[in-house]
């Protein structure tokens, strides 16, 4: 099993749609949950990090299950500028800041 | 403030030969990454410093590959020989202790 499974996608969805990924991940001591995002042929860079309350940011919200070991990302209102590949990003803890990745999913927002 | 910086950011090499990534971190960041991004996948961690010592190696291939951070400062990862499934994007990134990790714009390698 993967430490960090995702839907590779792509999610194509028109402008203004909502839109939600899910992620899985196998490391139940796993300590700290991000999203990613990756423009193509740009580097990644932090959309947000997940919390057990789950948290928002404006038309974003991330949510984690600790319990499912289960992480999701909404997009509401999606705009053509959020077409990207998304990231499942988990620390697994251990000692260290280290990341361990999903295989993103790509997301196309059409009009 | 300076990001991340790598170079050179193209490269194409012949198999079996060698080829060297540059990576100067975001000043003060003690903890400095090497990641392996193949495309269509999520980049895998090849090493990580913290300072000048090595943090967790355990996914680099030290048959061919290297890195090094001699001064705690900048970084150079060394791929020697190469083989074609080492064709990907060599990302460089760096935190603070326990923090955000930002990347580079990334070395992408091309093997032939």
């Known amino acids: 099993r993967k430490e960090v499974e995702q839907d590779p996608g792509p999610f194509n969805v028109p402008e203004g749609a909502t839109v939600a990924f899910n992620c899985t991940y196998s490391?139940?001591?796993?300590?700290?949950f991000f999203w990613y995002r990756q423009d193509c042929r740009k580097e990644p860079k932090l959309l947000m990090s997940v919390y057990s309350s789950g948290n928002e940011d404006g038309r974003f919200t991330a949510q984690l299950n600790r319990a499912s070991q289960y992480i999701s990302l909404l997009i509401r209102d999606s705009k053509l500028s959020d077409s990207a590949t998304y990231l499942c990003v988990v620390n697994p803890g251990g000692g260290g800041n280290k990341l361990t990745f999903g295989t993103g999913t790509q997301l196309k927002v059409e009009l | 403030e300076a990001g991340v910086a790598q170079s050179p950011r193209y490269k194409i090499i012949e198999k079996r030969q060698s080829v060297a990534f540059w990576c100067n971190p975001i000043?003060?960041?003690?903890?400095l990454y090497w990641y392996q991004q193949i495309l269509g996948q999520g980049p895998k961690l090849l090493i990580q410093?913290?300072?000048?010592?090595?943090?967790?190696d355990s996914q680099l291939p030290k048959d061919r590959f290297s890195a090094e951070r001699l001064k705690g400062v900048d970084s150079t990862l060394k791929i020697q020989p190469a083989k074609l499934e080492d064709s990907a994007v060599y990302l460089c990134?760096?935190?603070?202790?326990?923090?955000?990790?930002?990347f580079g714009e990334g070395s992408w390698l091309t093997v032939v």
């Open positions: 490391n139940s001591a796993s300590q700290s």
């Open positions: 990134a760096s935190s603070l202790v326990g923090n955000t990790i930002y």
């Open positions: 000043s003060g960041h003690a903890t």
């Open positions: 410093f913290q300072n000048n010592g090595v943090v967790d």
